[in-house]
């Protein structure tokens, strides 16, 4: 904790200051690319963020990564600092989603008594059966790319979701009898006392354990990841990052935001080609 506050402070005192001369861009539409480095790194009230002041913001992080003050991160601080920030936005989209819960339970139970019945349940699986046989063309690709959200929960409004969630025997296909059968299965697993109707509490426990699943599944995979892009960044292999090593990837990052290569990302921006290095702050 003392460590993200002191980052947010050394941010919010750099970058205060920063709001760009150019003020009559603010109307203009900012890019993807642009917005997301900007939701990271822009202090409240500001709508650029200059090359100094990344730097600025780099060289904090890097100190407070620098646990044991050796003056270089090791792979675990590199970890470490990294699992931090991600349970932030894990914890932030599982509360999310758990506020979205209430608004699902309603929408099944149609005829407002507090309970999804079985028929209810049946009647949302013939709608969700209905979109996925409109969605076959759509880009399975697309869609995934457009999900900012950190847990990667699968939905059944997307066709990549609908192959997660159903398509039990992996073969690129959801069809009906494999649809039935895993809306049946969840259903009698979700209806804790057998009473045959869910309550909100069974609802709500049921989509808190896949969740959780989720989040283990996800957190793993983000250690992985991280301990990849420690060793990518580790260019001399000595297990100790220098901030040289580690700025790289920020002056990556950086680049691609600042598409138009003024030494400032803003509004001015327009969205890098495709291929360049993500604004994602992973790194």
């Known amino acids: 904790m003392k460590t993200t506050l002191l980052t947010a402070a050394l941010l919010a005192a750099v970058l205060a200051p920063a709001a760009h001369a150019q003020a009559g861009d603010k109307a203009a539409t900012v890019s993807p690319t642009a917005a997301a480095f ?63 819960t209430d608004t699902r339970f309603k929408a099944l139970d149609r005829d407002k008594n507090g309970a999804i ?3 209810e349940y049946d009647a949302a699986g013939e709608r969700t059966w209905a979109g996925y046989e409109k969605s076959q063309d759509a880009t399975r690709e697309s869609a995934a790319a457009t999900s900012r959200d950190p847990l990667k929960i699968p939905t059944s409004h997307t066709a990549n979701g ?23 299965a969840t259903f009698s697993a979700t ?57 790289a990837s920020g002056k990556r990052m950086f680049t691609r935001a600042d598409s138009n290569g003024d030494g400032v990302v803003d509004a001015r921006d327009p969205e890098p080609v495709a291929g360049a290095h993500s604004a994602n702050g992973n790194r």
């Open 38 to 100: 900007l939701s990271q790194f822009a202090a409240e009230g500001t709508d650029s963020v200059s090359w100094a002041q990344f730097e600025a913001f780099r060289k904090q992080r890097y100190a407070d990564t620098d646990r044991n003050h050796d003056g270089a991160v090791d792979e675990q601080e590199y970890v470490d600092e990294y699992l931090q920030r991600f349970d932030v936005r894990l914890a932030t989209a599982r509360a999310g989603h758990l506020r979205q």
């Open 191 to 247: 209806d804790a006392d057998g009473n045959g109707a869910l309550s909100l509490a069974e609802y709500t426990t049921e989509f808190e354990g896949r969740l959780d699943q989720q989040r283990t599944r996800v957190r793993a995979d983000a250690e992985r990841q991280a301990r990849v892009r420690f060793a990518a960044l580790d260019t001399d292999k000595d297990k100790r990052m220098t901030f040289a090593e580690y700025q």
């Open 117 to 119: 019945s079985r028929a």
């Open 162 to 184: 609908m192959l997660e969630l159903y398509d039990t025997n992996k073969d690129g296909v959801v069809d009906r009898a494999e649809f039935d059968a895993v809306r049946a």
